[in-house]
T-cell receptor, first 119, second 114 residues
Framework: GAGVSQSPRYKVAKRGQDVALRCDPISGHVSLFWYQQALGQGPEFLTYFQNEAQLDKSGLPSDRFFAERPEGSVSTLKIQRTQQEDSAVYLC?????????????????FGPGTRLLVL | AQKITQTQPGMFVQEKEAVTLDCTYDTSDPSYGLFWYKQPSSGEMIFLIYQGSYDQQNATEGRYSLNFQKARKSANLVISASQLGDSAMYFCAMRPWNTDKLIFGTGTRLQVFP
């Protein structure tokens, strides 16, 4: 498809288990973002890549969260030793360029999200 | 601190009527971008409209228009001729001037009834 895809769509994990969430951005998109959306809230920024470089990881809530984009395309968000508070929808977004190249109007296109439930 | 505020947790509108969804923001940045996204029950965030802080005219995209009042720091979304398919969560978001990340509000749930 032409849009951002994420897998799995749903993930149930036992507390303490490690999980890996995958994001396939739109082909050719330079920038990739991860957001966390708790129930009834707006998305909150986690981390951001420009090609393979992770430029901002200020939103990662703890060192249990790790993201990578080794070839500048597909990205994986890994959560180690999951906790119940990690239960949320994890959204991935991509954009063709970035703020400077787009004159400020670079649009982020979102995937359907991965709904993570930690029991 | 930079913040987006959406004070309407829920709104109802009759089909074919217009509706305004409120958004105010807090920033001291010299320039910034404002976005509206729609999130249906399927979960995907769908981009609707963009307004740059230095844009002279209010943005419009089909049935969507943005009522941008810079001095009041508001960026309300106006949906004209509402359709049943417009029922969804709507999020206002801001991109600060020195970053590419988006800051979202808590959203407004819009329900369109026949």
């Amino acid at each position: 498809g032409a849009g951002v895809s994420q897998s799995p769509r749903y993930k149930v994990a036992k507390r303490g288990q490690d999980v890996a969430l995958r994001c396939d951005p739109i082909s050719g998109h330079v920038s990739l973002f991860w957001y966390q959306q708790a129930l009834g809230q707006g998305p909150e920024f986690l981390t951001y890549f420009q090609n393979e470089a992770q430029l901002d990881k200020s939103g990662l809530p703890s060192d249990r969260f790790f993201a990578e984009r080794p070839e500048g395309s597909v990205s994986t968000l890994k959560i180690q030793r999951t906790q119940q508070e990690d239960s949320a929808v994890y959204l991935c977004a991509s954009s063709l360029g970035f703020r400077i190249t787009g004159g400020g109007r670079e649009t982020q296109y979102f995937g359907p999200g991965t709904r993570l439930l930690v029991l | 601190a930079q913040k987006i505020t959406q004070t309407q947790p829920g709104m109802f509108v009759q089909e074919k009527e217009a509706v305004t969804l409120d958004c105010t923001y807090d920033t001291s940045d010299p320039s910034y971008g404002l976005f509206w996204y729609k999130q249906p029950s399927s979960g995907e965030m769908i981009f609707l409209i963009y307004q740059g802080s230095y844009d002279q005219q209010n943005a419009t995209e089909g049935r969507y228009s943005l009522n941008f009042q810079k001095a009041r720091k508001s960026a309300n979304l106006v949906i004209s001729a509402s359709q049943l398919g417009d029922s969804a969560m709507y999020f206002c978001a801001m991109r600060p001037w020195n970053t590419d990340k988006l800051i979202f509000g808590t959203g407004t749930r819009l329900q369109v009834f026949p």
